[in-house]
């Protein structure tokens, strides 16, 4: 339940130590961290640990939702068969300083494992304990495309908490119940904003969109007029760059597709779900010998069709895409999301 009455409240920057410390006392928190020599989301057990001056985690929160590798079941495979379904533990997940992009993604992992009456228990149980607290992009990077797909670099979709960087601390705005809960948990630590705070974070609110560096075409046609390009030229150009590493696909945010494997050691079986990626080869292989996708422009033109046709088609409103630009940014061999749709929307401007 949103709640619309809390006015938004003041973290000084010499209090954030103590509320990251308030929400390990309220469960397992994720928050940017250095792992390696990539910053991404992962558990933290102290305040130190978060990494304070970031641009974007290397992945959303999809690992935390859906994880990369997960035992769905066990069996006895010697005598009876009988199974042991492994449902994770109802731990609360707090996210810290999610980008509003990965948050607004859950919406379209919901669209697959939270749809009811199709619901996944699995990422049920992992999504119904998640609180996200969000943290506004006051200097959108160099291949975010978020407001021109429906984004917003301050945007509160699926957020519990938005916080906005002003000088000397924090703005939160609470978002929901669970946020709420998050503001009361730590209100010692929060202060009233001042009138300049307020008109500092609105200012930023208001350049941020301004900011932003790139801008997709105008997708909202693929939906209908998509399949016109079905055989276009594009995807064998984009598809003879590409080396099918899956990149894209594992680190987008809004990617959902897995795969099923029983293994058995020593007579006790395991069902696994592990990600899989539309750019493998074996992705569609069927049993028969055939492909239906054999070759890379295929694929690619699957990876693009999907969240800007096929997606929108069955959730109307909804593009499969927040805009984030890891695809893009990430990529080896530099196929860019953006010159693909502005490829696209040019070649149908001309058919029309």
Same mark, same amino acid.
């Given at each position: 339940?949103?709640?619309?009455?809390?006015?938004?409240?003041?973290?000084? *920057?010499?209090?954030?130590?103590?509320f990251i410390?308030?929400?390990?006392?309220?469960?397992?928190?994720? !928050?940017?961290?250095?792992?390696?020599?990539?910053?991404?989301?992962?558990?933290?057990?102290?305040?130190?640990?978060?990494?304070?001056?970031?641009?974007?985690?290397?992945?959303?929160?999809?690992?935390?939702?859906?994880?990369?590798?997960?035992?769905?079941?066990?069996?006895?495979?010697?005598?009876?068969?009988?199974?042991?379904?492994?449902?994770?533990?109802?731990?609360?997940?707090?996210?810290?300083?999610? =980008?509003?992009?990965?948050?607004?993604?859950?919406?379209?992992?919901?669209?697959?494992?939270?749809?009811?009456?199709?619901?996944?228990?699995?990422?049920?149980?992992?999504?119904?304990?998640?609180?996200? &607290?969000?943290?506004?992009?006051?200097?959108?990077?160099?291949?975010?495309?978020?407001?021109?797909?429906?984004?917003?670099?301050?945007?509160?979709?699926?957020?519990?908490?938005?916080?906005? *960087?002003? &000088?000397?601390?924090?703005?939160?705005?609470?978002?929901?119940?669970?946020?709420?809960? &998050?503001?009361?948990?730590?209100?010692?630590?929060?202060?009233?904003?001042?009138?300049?705070?307020?008109?500092?974070?609105?200012?930023?609110?208001?350049?941020?969109?301004?900011?932003?560096?790139?801008?997709?075409?105008?997708?909202t046609k693929?939906?209908?007029?998509?399949?016109?390009?079905?055989?276009?030229?594009?995807?064998?150009?984009?598809?003879?760059?590409?080396?099918?590493?899956?990149?894209?696909t594992y680190?987008?945010?809004?990617?959902?597709?897995?795969?099923?494997?029983?293994?058995?050691?020593?007579?006790?079986?395991?069902?696994?779900?592990?990600?899989?990626?539309?750019?493998?080869?074996?992705?569609?292989?069927?049993?028969?010998?055939?492909?239906?996708?054999?070759?890379?422009?295929?694929?690619? =033109? *699957?990876?693009?069709?999907?969240?800007?046709?096929?997606?929108?088609?069955?959730?109307?409103?909804?593009?499969?895409?927040?805009?984030?630009?890891?695809?893009?940014?990430?990529?080896?061999?530099?196929?860019?999301?953006?010159?693909?749709?502005?490829?696209?929307?040019?070649?149908?401007?001309?058919? !029309?």
């Amino acid at each position: 339940m949103v709640n619309d009455e809390r006015p938004p409240e003041f973290l000084p *920057q010499k209090n954030l130590l103590g509320f990251i410390e308030k929400l390990i006392e309220l469960g397992e928190v994720y !928050a940017p961290k250095a792992v390696g020599p990539v910053i991404d989301l992962g558990m933290i057990h102290d305040p130190d640990e978060v990494v304070v001056d970031f641009e974007q985690t290397r992945q959303g929160i999809r690992t935390i939702v859906e994880p990369q590798n997960e035992v769905l079941l066990t069996y006895d495979a010697k005598s009876t068969f009988s199974e042991k379904e492994t449902l994770p533990l109802m731990r609360r997940r707090i996210v810290l300083w999610c =980008r509003p992009c990965d948050a607004r993604a859950l919406t379209f992992l919901d669209d697959n494992f939270y749809d009811p009456p199709f619901v996944d228990p699995y990422y049920a149980r992992r999504r119904e304990n998640l609180i996200l &607290i969000g943290l506004g992009c006051a200097q959108p990077f160099p291949y975010c495309f978020c407001g021109s797909i429906g984004g917003d670099p301050f945007g509160k979709e699926n957020l519990d908490v938005l916080m906005t *960087q002003v &000088i000397g601390g924090y703005l939160l705005e609470t978002v929901s119940e669970k946020g709420r809960e &998050i503001a009361d948990h730590a209100k010692e630590l929060l202060r009233r904003p001042t009138n300049d705070q307020m008109a500092e974070a609105e200012r930023i609110h208001r350049a941020a969109t301004a900011k932003l560096r790139r801008k997709a075409p105008d997708v909202t046609k693929f939906s209908t007029e998509g399949m016109s390009s079905f055989e276009s030229p594009i995807w064998k150009r984009w598809g003879e760059k590409c080396i099918g590493c899956g990149i894209c696909t594992y680190l987008c945010p809004t990617c959902w597709c897995f795969d099923i494997t029983d293994t058995e050691t020593k007579g006790k079986g395991y069902r696994m779900r592990s990600w899989d990626s539309c750019q493998f080869p074996l992705f569609t292989l069927h049993t028969s010998g055939h492909n239906p996708r054999p070759d890379k422009a295929s694929r690619v =033109r *699957q990876r693009v069709m999907h969240k800007f046709c096929y997606h929108p088609s069955n959730y109307p409103d909804h593009i499969a895409c927040v805009g984030c630009g890891r695809c893009s940014e990430l990529c080896p061999m530099d196929i860019d999301l953006i010159a693909i749709l502005n490829e696209l929307s040019e070649a149908g401007e001309k058919d !029309a």
